[in-house]
Structure formats: structure tokens, C-alpha cells
């Protein structure tokens, strides 16, 4: 019988677990708020399963006190009776309950903190990147304008190779999106500009709460496929402690005049992980 071998399962089994925990962080708050929704409908459950439960024992109760008491005379049961026969049974409709207002609260303050932590990294990127264009604005002659202006050129002038042109033809677009292509793994795909500052938000967010960020962080946000390659190429604070900001540079695909393109680059070049 042949053994598998553990070795090459581990990484497989590794990496769709990285890819679960990326998307169930992704979309916590919408899973809690499902949850939320998904216990209310239990109380409502509960709730209508216990009212029939609760009136059949108050039935029984008044046929047993008619048969046993014979002073009875067909009274019927106080208030304080009916909460003593039929509590139980509403116990686990209350519970339902409660966990549904938890579940909603966390929803609630997790979709919060997300977005506080994505307006932060944005501000700060923004502040950054003003800075920087301050610095250089100071710092700069006519001279160096001017070679600033050629590099332009001839980064517009320049082109990407990619394996297999054709797959662009099958990339979504809605209209009105540009052709981007990520500089590290070569992956082309058509957004907004707004869509990829905020992959780079998102993930300048997780590097500065983990310590850790790779270049699959920008292209999970953005939903587009990963792969070990992505994975591979990561940034760390320990090493960098700045903000990772992207750079857009026009370009060609394959020196194709007729497929225009803007190549994303970092301003810190991420490491290999060994």
C-alpha cells in the first residue's frame, strides 16, 4: 500500500486554511450578523414550540384540579400559577434570544472597528504620501524635474510580459474599470482605482496589527485567485515599519499598443519567504 506523503499534503492543507481564516476575517461581521438573524428565527421557533407546550400543561392542570378537587369548580388558574407550570418551556426561546442580541452587538462593533481601521490606514497612507510629495517638492530642481520626466516616458514606453496575453480577453470588466497588472506574480485584472487603494489599506492594516502582510493580502481583498508565489512575497514591520504605498506606472501589455495597462508597484519591494 502506498503511503502518502505528509509532506506535500501539509502545505495544501496550510494554505486553504490561510485562505479561510483571511475570508472569515474578511466577512466576520456579516457571519455574526447571519448568525444573529439565524438565532432570532430560533426564538421564534422556540417561542411558538413552548406557547403550545405551555398550553397543553395548563390544560392538564385545571382536568387534574377538577378531578382530584372537587371545590374546584372549574376556576381558572392564577397568573402566578401558569408562570410556576410553564417557565421551562420558554427558557430556550430566551436563550435564542440573547444570543441573537450578542451576535448582532458583536456584528455591529466588529463592521465598526473594521472600517475605523481602514479610514486610519487610509489617513495615514494619504498623510504619507503628502508628506513625501512636500519632501520632494522642496528638495528638487529643474534638473531633477527633468530627469523625473524622462524616467516618465520611459516607464510609459516600457512593457509587460505576460505568459499568456489571451486571459485578459476573459477577465471581468464592468466598463468603466482599468486593466491593472500586479508586478510580482503578473496578474491582470480591471478595477477602480479606489478598489486597489483599498487592498493596500487592508493590507498595510494587517501589517501593522500582525506584523505580517504578503502580497495575497492585496489580491484576496481585491478577490482575485492566489497562489504560493503570492503567498511567498511578504513585507514585515520588524524590517520595514513604514506603509507600504502603490505605484502606478503606465505601460503596455506584451508592447501591444492596443492593451494599454497600469502596472502596480510598491514602494517598499516585499522579501522572499524562505
Request: charged residues 30%; hydrophobic residues 40%; negative net charge.
Amino acid at each position: 500500500m502506498k503511503m502518502i506523503d505528509i509532506s506535500n499534503v501539509m502545505p495544501t492543507v496550510t494554505a486553504v486554511a490561510r485562505k479561510t481564516m483571511r475570508i472569515t476575517e474578511k466577512n466576520l461581521p456579516t457571519i455574526l450578523a447571519g448568525g444573529g438573524i439565524g438565532c432570532l428565527c430560533g426564538a421564534v421557533v422556540m417561542a411558538a414550540v413552548g406557547m403550545h407546550k405551555a398550553d397543553q400543561k395548563i390544560a392538564d392542570e385545571v382536568k387534574r384540579r377538577e378531578e382530584t378537587v372537587p371545590e374546584y369548580n372549574n376556576k381558572e388558574l392564577t397568573v402566578k400559577d401558569k408562570v410556576r407550570l410553564t417557565w421551562m418551556e420558554f427558557v430556550p426561546a430566551a436563550v435564542f434570544t440573547t444570543a441573537a442580541v450578542a451576535l448582532i452587538i458583536a456584528s455591529e462593533r466588529k463592521g465598526h472597528e473594521k472600517y475605523m481601521a481602514v479610514l486610519g490606514a487610509y489617513e495615514l497612507s494619504k498623510q504619507a504620501l503628502n508628506e513625501r510629495k512636500e519632501a520632494e517638492n522642496d528638495v528638487l530642481s529643474d534638473d531633477d524635474v527633468k530627469l523625473v520626466n524622462e524616467r516618465v516616458k520611459a516607464i510609459k514606453a516600457s512593457s509587460v510580459d505576460i505568459p499568456d496575453k489571451n486571459l485578459i480577453a476573459h477577465v471581468s470588466n464592468d466598463g468603466d474599470e482599468t486593466l491593472y497588472i500586479e508586478s510580482v506574480t503578473k496578474t491582470p485584472f480591471y478595477a477602480k482605482e479606489t478598489d486597489v487603494l483599498h487592498a493596500f489599506n487592508v493590507m498595510n492594516h494587517r501589517l501593522n496589527v500582525e506584523d505580517r502582510a504578503c502580497v495575497s493580502d492585496i489580491l484576496d481583498d481585491l478577490e482575485l485567485r492566489t497562489s504560493r508565489a503570492s503567498d511567498a512575497f511578504v513585507w514585515t514591520n520588524d524590517r520595514y515599519g513604514d506603509i507600504v504605498e502603490p505605484l502606478f506606472n503606465a505601460t503596455f501589455v506584451d508592447n501591444d499598443p492596443a492593451l494599454p495597462a497600469t502596472l502596480i508597484e510598491y514602494s517598499i519591494d516585499p522579501d522572499i519567504e524562505s
